[in-house]
């Protein structure tokens, strides 16, 4: 199987036309990775349709007053959070390339009644935002979906004013995965099959002009953990179908990232 860019992307886009259209009701995920207070905050919906892996907005520190972008905002979890840390003198825009899940996004808004957010259809390597337009970026398991990571960082650098930062959180691997997997456009779309190793991110965010990359690593993914990544409706993998070596050699290598950056002060 091909993981062309084109194909990438039309793929990734189905996955998540289909999810934007049945969220579950009672969302599991958004339990774990959001705590009561947050979760409260949120429209139902929103709550809902999380598809993230953890809570960037909380991870971010964000204050008051600050100006916010979510890459993949989804069905806009992320951007409601933030506008409640970012308060009504703050603004915060997700982008996003599924209009499915903008026009969930925005009923989100809309039920959710915050007006200092904007969410606009478009690539997260190509931001249609201008140059120096925001304190801080925020991601919440999206970068691994793209198949140009160099240019989503380039974009979040360009898009950011001198001394703003990065604040994403994803999925990573540590060590190779099976080629089976990484050749898997379902997997691809699961969040697995496109995610970078750890190693290679800190030098891509230096590569493309981020001053102090850093990234932590906030959990591990056991063989319980990776049953439920497969098993789940956007992964579509079938794990038993795996000789026993290969899933051997997925277990450990998945890990939740928390990645920071800083766009160098001018001078
Ligand atoms: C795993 S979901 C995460 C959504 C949201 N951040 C959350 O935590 O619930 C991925 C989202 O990113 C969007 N997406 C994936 N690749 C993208 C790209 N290259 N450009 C813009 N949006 C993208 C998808 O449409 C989807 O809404």
Redo the contacts with the bound molecule.
């Keep these: 199987m091909s993981t062309t860019d084109p194909d990438v992307?039309q793929h990734?886009?189905a996955?998540?036309?289909r999810?934007?259209c049945c969220a579950p009701t009672d969302n599991a995920l958004a339990t774990t990775?959001y705590d009561e207070e947050d979760r409260d905050a949120l429209p139902d919906d929103a709550a809902a349709?999380?598809?993230?892996?953890a809570n960037p907005a909380a991870l971010a520190n964000l204050q008051p007053g600050e100006r916010v972008l979510?890459?993949?905002?989804?069905?806009?979890?992320?951007v409601l959070l933030s506008a409640r840390r970012v308060g009504p003198t703050g603004f915060v825009y997700g982008?996003?390339?599924?209009t499915e899940?903008l026009a969930l996004a925005r009923r989100n808004q809309a039920e959710a009644g915050i007006d200092h957010v904007e969410f606009l259809e478009?690539?997260?390597?190509d931001i249609p935002l201008a140059d120096d337009t925001v304190d801080v970026v925020l991601?919440?398991?999206?970068v691994n979906?793209?198949?140009d990571k160099r240019a989503?960082f380039a974009e979040a650098l360009r898009v950011l004013r001198p001394g703003g930062r990065l604040a994403i959180a994803d999925i990573a691997t540590r060590g190779e995965l099976p080629p089976v997997i990484r050749r898997s456009l379902s997997a691809w779309a699961g969040?697995i099959a496109g995610a970078l190793d750890v190693s290679e991110i800190e030098r891509l965010l230096a590569d493309v002009g981020f001053a102090a990359p850093s990234v932590e690593i906030v959990r591990d993914y056991g063989r319980a953990d990776l049953d439920l990544v497969a098993s789940s409706a956007?992964a579509g993998l079938d794990l038993a179908a795996l000789p026993p070596e290969e899933l051997d050699d997925i277990e450990g290598r998945l890990v939740s990232v928390f990645i920071r950056g800083m766009k160098p002060a001018e001078r």
């Design positions: 992307h990734v886009r996955t998540y036309a999810a934007a990775l349709a999380a598809l993230g892996c979510d890459l993949g905002s989804g069905g806009g979890v992320d982008v996003d390339m599924t899940m478009g690539r997260i390597e991601s919440n398991c999206v979906l793209s198949p989503v969040c956007l």
